[in-house]
């Protein structure tokens, strides 16, 4: 079975101190994986897609990475505002067409 | 731009009652989609369209009804709302199929069902 899981479910950080999410896949046919940023009461908002082992992308703090079996997310020196749920999704071909299955999220707290 | 709106943003029904929630985009995209979100699970696909007067059902269409009759709204009904339906809901709108480039989100319609 297709499975996405994040971990840790749950990330406390001081200001300043860097640290990684984790996706992890099992799932063949990878057709891209992305990473999504939610706020408490609001909806998923688009960070990164990766295509391709070796792929990185950078957008300020965050550093998204892929690997043929999990990707990460990088956050280098988080501020308080970096506070949110953040979901992978990976896109895989199936019989069916494209599918997206997303992960439950690593809900990331950044403390002063 | 408004991106993606729903409406309404809290709703509480009985078990029974039926309710609409109402998707609008305005970034003319072709493609959308009704998730839910429950919590220890990932957002579920319930249905998705791929254009005016076309809809399909994703991974979990049962209890749910929608129709894409405007290119820019979607609509996801509940005939006979169950409280497994109490969800916050979301509907997605991309530019392509499943968002090669980029999912769009609205902020999410929370709803209880007694």
């Known amino acids: 079975e297709d499975q996405v899981t994040q971990s840790p479910e749950a990330l406390r950080l001081q200001e300043g101190e860097s640290s990684s999410l984790n996706c992890s896949y099992t799932v063949s046919g990878l057709r891209g994986l992305f990473w999504y940023r939610q706020d408490p009461g609001k909806g998923p908002e688009f960070l990164f897609t990766l295509y391709s082992a070796g792929e990185e992308k950078e957008k300020e703090r965050l550093k998204a990475t892929l690997t043929k079996k999990e990707s990460f997310l990088h956050i280098t020196a988080p501020k308080p505002e970096d506070s949110a749920t953040y979901l992978c999704?990976?896109?895989?071909?199936?019989?069916?067409?494209?599918?997206?299955?997303f992960g439950t999220g690593t809900q990331l707290k950044v403390e002063l | 731009n408004a991106g993606v709106t729903q409406t309404p943003k809290f709703r509480v029904l009985k078990t029974g009652q039926s309710m609409t929630l109402l998707c609008a985009q305005d970034?003319?995209?072709?493609?959308m989609y009704w998730y839910r979100q429950d919590p220890g699970m990932g957002l579920r696909l319930i249905h998705y369209s791929v254009g005016e007067g076309t809809t399909a059902k994703g991974e979990v269409p049962d209890g749910y009804n929608v129709s894409r009759l405007k290119k820019q709204n979607f609509l996801l009904g509940l005939e006979s709302a169950a409280p497994s339906q109490t969800s916050v809901y979301f509907c997605?709108?991309?530019?392509?199929?499943?968002?090669?480039?980029?999912?769009?989100f609205g902020a999410g319609s929370r709803l209880t069902v007694l």
């Open positions: 970034m003319n995209h072709e493609y």
């Open positions: 997605a709108s991309s530019y392509d199929l499943w968002g090669a480039n980029v999912l769009t």
């Open positions: 999704a990976v896109r895989l071909l199936t019989g069916g067409g494209n599918k997206l299955t």
